[in-house]
């Protein structure tokens, strides 16, 4: 599966990771050879990866503040799922966020939550074969995984 290939199918979601868009490309995938299934969980891992960055990872929640109207800072989870918004969001979208901050920072507001997209893969697979995956991929999309993208977290 190329790169031009994974942001076909990705463009199944026509922009966001809602349950309907996540359930109709886990379909689509799993009519696919179970490579291709892999090579999807792959390039979905490695696109995540990209964008694990502390200039992303250190912005804001859109529209949030604490108590005292500081920003509110994301979590783990949320930038995550921030990434997987952007991804879903197709590859221009995507190329652009990792070119600029600017790009991102919509994807941190509540109104985005690309955490659907993650079980992409693994649903897919489980439709295939009719078995769970137990899987792993060549990249971690945990945040803060990438360890050039957030430098002075080396140890």
Known sequence: MTWADFWALTATLDGEATEA?????????????????????????????????????????????TENGAPFPQSGDSFLYARCAVVAAGRTVWKSALSDPAGFAPYTSL????????????????????????????????SYSNEDGWPHLRT
């Open 21 to 65: 868009g996540c359930r109709r490309l886990a379909r689509r995938l799993s009519r696919r050879p179970l490579s291709d299934i892999t090579a999807f969980a792959e390039h979905h891992a490695e696109a995540l990866y990209r964008l694990d960055r502390e200039e992303f990872g250190s912005l804001p929640i859109t529209g949030m503040t």
């Open 111 to 142: 109104d985005y939550d690309g955490e659907r997209l993650l079980y992409v893969p693994d649903e897919a697979y489980r439709l295939a074969t009719g078995e769970e995956w137990q899987r792993t991929t060549r990249y971690c999309y945990e």
